[in-house]
C-alpha cells in the first residue's frame, strides 16, 4: 500500500511539471504582434516580465499548444493634417499695434505689425547695427514720402523671428519711420504664414502656409499662395520698369543703376520661383 502511495505521489509530481491548458500566457513583441501559449519557456525572456497570464477559452485549449493565436495591434491613428498655429504677443501703442523681432539671431526691436505693406522696414541704425552692406549693387526701391518718391536700398535679413516663428532670407528695406519707430513688420515676412490678428486680445496667431503636398496644393501650398507671389514679383518688375523710363528721362545715372539693380534682382527672385513652381507640378495658369 505504501508502496502504491509512492507511485502515485511521483506520478502527480511529473504531472505538475508538464504544461497543462488551465493555464495561458499572452505576450506582444516588438512589432506589437499578439501571442498566446501555455508555455512560459516559449516567451522569450526579455517579453516575459510583460506576459499575462489568463484562462485559455474552449477554442484555445483544443488548438496547438504553443502560438495559439496572432492578430496584428491596431494601426496608429493617422496624423492631423491641420497645420498648428502659433501666437506672438503683441503690444498696443496708441493706434498701432507692435511685436517684439529679432533680426539675424541677436538683433532685438520692436515693428509696427501691418499686413497691408509690401515690404518690412527698417531703420539705418539697425541696419548698421546688422552690418548690412549698402553699396552700388544693392537694388533700390521706390518709396512714397509726404513730399516726393525716393529710393531706399533692398536688404536681405538672414532670419526674422517673432515670438516663437522664424522666417529666414527676409527682403526688408532700409527706411527711417516717422516718429523714430524700430521698424515695421510687412508682408514680405507675413505672406509666409495665414495670419490671424486678434487687437482684442493684443496677439496674432501665424499658421504656416506649407502643408502635405497633393494634386491641389502642389509643393504644399494653396493656389492662392502660388498666385500671389508670382502677381507680386511681376507687378514689382513691372512698377520698376516704368520707373526706369521715368528716371531715363530726367533721373541721373547712379539713380538709373539702382533701378537697374532692382530689376535684376526681382528678375532672378521671379526665375528662382519659376524653377520651384515647375518642380513642385504648379499650372501654367497659376503663374501669370
Request: glycine share 4%; with cysteine.
Amino acid at each position: 500500500m505504501r508502496a502504491k502511495c509512492l507511485i502515485l505521489f511521483f506520478y502527480l509530481l511529473i504531472l505538475s511539471a508538464i504544461p497543462c491548458n488551465g493555464q495561458m500566457y499572452k505576450w506582444v513583441d516588438e512589432k506589437g504582434t499578439i501571442h498566446f501559449t501555455d508555455d512560459i519557456s516559449n516567451i522569450p525572456e526579455r517579453y516575459r516580465p510583460d506576459a499575462e497570464t489568463r484562462k485559455p477559452s474552449k477554442e484555445t485549449r483544443e488548438s496547438s499548444p504553443q502560438v495559439v493565436k496572432e492578430r496584428s495591434a491596431p494601426s496608429p491613428l493617422p496624423k492631423t493634417t491641420e497645420l498648428e498655429g502659433k501666437e506672438v504677443s503683441l503690444y498696443r501703442r496708441h493706434e498701432l499695434l507692435l511685436t517684439e523681432v529679432v533680426l539675424n539671431y541677436r538683433v532685438k526691436r520692436y515693428f509696427v505689425v501691418d499686413s497691408g505693406a509690401s515690404f518690412t522696414l527698417i531703420n539705418r541704425e539697425t541696419a548698421k547695427e546688422l552690418g548690412l552692406t549698402i553699396d552700388e549693387n544693392t537694388p533700390f526701391l521706390p518709396v512714397a514720402t509726404v513730399s516726393s518718391i525716393i529710393l531706399a536700398p533692398l536688404v536681405t535679413l538672414k532670419s526674422l523671428r517673432a515670438g516663437n516663428v522664424e522666417a529666414e532670407n527676409v527682403d526688408a528695406l532700409v527706411y527711417t519711420m516717422a516718429s523714430d519707430k524700430d521698424g515695421l513688420l510687412g508682408n514680405t515676412f507675413l505672406n509666409r504664414f495665414k495670419v490671424v490678428l486678434d487687437s482684442a486680445n493684443a496677439k496674432m496667431t501665424l499658421f504656416p502656409m506649407q502643408g502635405t503636398p497633393s494634386p491641389d496644393r502642389p509643393g504644399g501650398y494653396s493656389q492662392d499662395y502660388w498666385v500671389g507671389q508670382f502677381r507680386f514679383y511681376h507687378r514689382v518688375i513691372a512698377e520698376l520698369r516704368k520707373l526706369k523710363k521715368r528716371y531715363e528721362t530726367r533721373g541721373t545715372t547712379s539713380e538709373i543703376n539702382q533701378i537697374n539693380n532692382a530689376i535684376r534682382y526681382f528678375e532672378n527672385q521671379l526665375s528662382e520661383f519659376e524653377r520651384k513652381a515647375s518642380y513642385a507640378g504648379v499650372p501654367r495658369n497659376w503663374r501669370e
